[in-house]
């Protein structure tokens, strides 16, 4: 059984920055994606960011040039650097990984950031 855990969220003023994690226990095998979605109150679930086992990157249109997904594959870990945050990023983010056919999802971690 794979479970996410999520660190890193937290309160920041915008113009500022956070960096969250996942560290996923449990095989997640060699071939995969890890990724980031979001979801601000009232709205649905949105993907910010992924990473294949590759390296290969998707991002939301909107976020690219300010967000980065990285991952250190040897810890089975999938990073999010969040720079010049907005009000508007506020959301609960959830670390996702798709192997084996299954879809993983994380607890999820609030992002608040204030005006």
């Known amino acids: 059984q794979v479970q996410l855990v999520e660190s890193g969220g937290g309160l920041v003023q915008a113009g500022g920055s956070l960096r969250l994690s996942c560290a996923a226990s449990?095989?997640?095998?060699?071939?995969?994606?890890m990724g980031w979605y979001r979801q601000a109150p009232g709205k649905q679930r949105e993907l910010v960011a992924s990473i294949t086992n590759g390296g290969s990157t998707r991002y939301a249109d909107s976020l690219k040039g300010r967000f980065t997904v990285s991952r250190d594959s040897a810890k089975n870990t999938v990073y999010l650097q969040m720079n010049s945050l907005k009000p508007e990023d506020t959301a609960v983010y959830y670390c996702n990984v798709q192997a084996f056919g299954y879809l993983y999802w994380g607890q999820g971690t609030q992002v608040t950031v204030s005006s």
């Open positions: 449990g095989s997640i095998g060699n071939f995969n994606v």
